[in-house]
């Protein structure tokens, strides 16, 4: 078997997304586009690494990290880093600031030196060449440490996978053994006795306690499984309708081409594993076909609709001018219908209303319209629907109706 694997948490997830977009990115080495979200991730870790610095013993002040992080964030452009627009980047860096503020609230008159910051660890174990990096690592006294994740997302869930590769890695590693004996020169092996994963955003810590020895022995079966596929060259694809949508190698991959990618050279007949016989059977390229007839039916819908719109604008905005309620082509004829809208735009004081009336569980649901229902429900009587009313604001709008002519 073939040693030394380069394999990391990351490697891990993107196989078990989908085998086929492993070997794109790292069979091939074909580079993912930029995603803003990577590059926002990236800056936030960048700035809490300087912060936390070992090295420097005297913590930066505010101005000072809000400083290096304008340096970093310039030192690319809104595209590179994946962004739509300059805007849409100028956001995500006000963002950033905004996230430095409440940080430096929150902690800025108590900041404590880790045990090290952004340690990338390369480890080799059982085949494997691991590579991790360990955003923060706190020591807590006994050979025990707590390892932090930041994360930048909209929401943080426990990622078990990831937490297990944490704890192994640390246990694991001579260079955090090290670290930890300049601190207690007795201690022979490292325990880790927390993990969490610090939400920037919200500024709220979420902490997970270790993993037992049976989840670590499960967890490094379900590795060195993933590895020996990698070695042995399964590579399957594994569509899935919103994983594909936003694949950036959605046009090269055989699911859609009904070829195998060989690299810039060429392509080839064969797909799945690199045998006829083993390939997992993938769309022909008929199948292709038939997707670029329903984009085309797609765009040309949209477009019908647009058109329809705007006509529509037109047609009731001439019959408003002359005060026509209906009029007539040579094959169709239009009637504007006026309605009256009612909406509750006071959703607090309506729910209290809808509670106090004992109406509430009649909307299953409170939307405006279940609650404008309650209005011609029979069964409410006439002082509520009343007070309800008095809660609502009402609006005239017109629309058209076209039907073709008798």
């Given at each position: 078997m073939a040693k030394g694997l380069s394999f990391s948490y990351s490697k891990m997830g993107m196989y078990k997304e989908c085998p086929q977009k492993y070997k794109f990115r790292y069979v091939h080495m074909l580079p993912e586009q930029p995603k803003y979200y990577f590059a926002f991730g990236s800056a936030m870790h960048e700035v809490m690494e300087y912060i936390y610095d070992p090295k420097n013993p005297i913590f930066p002040t505010l101005q000072q990290a809000l400083a290096f992080f304008?340096?970093?964030?310039?030192?690319?452009?809104?595209?590179?880093?994946?962004?739509?627009?300059?805007?849409?980047?100028?956001?995500?860096?006000?963002?950033?600031?905004?996230?430095?503020?409440?940080?430096?609230?929150?902690?800025?008159?108590?900041?404590?030196?880790?045990?090290?910051?952004?340690?990338?660890?390369?480890?080799?174990?059982?085949?494997?060449?691991?590579?991790?990096?360990?955003?923060?690592?706190?020591?807590?006294?006994?050979g025990c440490v707590k390892i932090l994740d930041y994360k930048t997302g909209k929401t943080v869930q426990r990622e078990p996978d990831q937490l297990m590769m944490y704890q192994k890695v640390a246990e694991a590693s001579p260079m955090v053994l090290k670290l930890v004996q300049t601190i207690d020169p007795a201690i022979k092996t490292v325990r880790v006795e927390q993990m969490s994963f610090y939400h920037l955003p919200t500024q709220q810590e979420l902490l997970f306690e270790r993993s037992s020895d049976k989840e670590m022995y499960e967890f490094w079966q379900r590795v060195l499984g993933v590895a020996d596929n990698i070695r042995a060259g399964k590579f399957a694809p594994d569509p899935d309708e919103n994983k594909c949508r936003w694949c950036d190698y959605r046009n090269i991959c055989p699911v859609f081409t009904g070829k195998e990618y060989e690299g810039p050279g060429g392509w080839g007949a064969k797909t799945g594993t690199g045998t006829a016989s083993s390939a997992k059977p993938t769309v022909s390229a008929v199948a292709k076909t038939t997707e670029e007839i329903l984009s085309e039916k797609i765009d040309r819908l949209g477009s019908m609709q647009q058109e329809e719109k705007k006509l529509k604008t037109e047609i009731m905005s001439l019959m408003k001018e002359l005060k026509f309620k209906r009029h007539f082509g040579s094959k169709f004829e239009a009637e504007l219908i006026d309605t009256q809208k009612i909406e509750f735009k006071d959703q607090e004081k309506t729910m209290a209303l809808l509670r106090r009336l004992q109406l509430l569980s009649k909307t299953l649901v409170p939307t405006q319209s279940s609650i404008r229902a309650l209005l011609n429900d029979p069964t409410v009587e006439e002082p509520a629907k009343k007070q309800l009313r008095e809660l609502a604001t009402e609006n005239n709008i017109s629309d058209l109706e076209i039907k073709e002519v008798s």
């Open positions: 304008k340096k970093h964030w310039d030192a690319t452009s809104f595209d590179q880093k994946g962004y739509a627009s300059m805007e849409k980047e100028a956001a995500g860096f006000e963002e950033g600031c905004q996230i430095l503020r409440a940080y430096y609230d929150k902690y800025g008159a108590n900041l404590v030196h880790p045990l090290s910051v952004e340690m990338k660890s390369t480890l080799d174990m059982d085949g494997l060449s691991l590579i991790s990096i360990l955003d923060r690592i706190d020591y807590l006294g006994d």
